[in-house]
Nanobody, 121 residues
């Protein structure tokens, strides 16, 4: 079972920024496409962003385009999510996961603990 470790969340004011990190537990995952997802209270977990395993291509949910940036550091085996201009509706637990398909943004079945982001107005 693959377990990712997310970190970097916190409680911030609207308009501020955060950088979330996701440590990959196995270097064999370095070639996998990776994604960030989030789950707001009382809602299902939704796709946020994805990055291809080899060519650096990225894609985003419409609700976060222009504010969120996904990136990865192959040396550190870590994936990041830079979040700018945070809004109260960004409040959620954020999770990272490897994707079985970049095109479908389909995550693996196992999930880490996530990292909580809380945005106050």
């Amino acid at each position: 079972q693959v377990m990712f470790v997310e970190s970097g969340g916190g409680s911030v004011q609207a308009g501020e920024s955060l950088t979330l990190s996701c440590a990959l537990p196995d270097r064999r995952l370095s070639s996998y496409p990776m994604g960030w997802f989030r789950q707001a209270p009382g809602k299902e977990r939704d796709f946020v962003a994805a990055i291809h395993g080899n060519n650096g291509m990225t894609k985003y949910a419409d609700s976060v385009k222009g504010r969120f940036t996904i990136s990865r550091d192959y040396e550190k085996n870590t994936v990041y999510l830079q979040i700018n201009s945070l809004k109260p509706e960004d409040t959620a637990i954020y999770y990272c996961n490897a994707l079985t398909s970049y095109g479908l943004a389909k995550p693996l079945d196992s999930w880490g603990q996530g990292t909580q982001v809380t945005v106050s107005s």
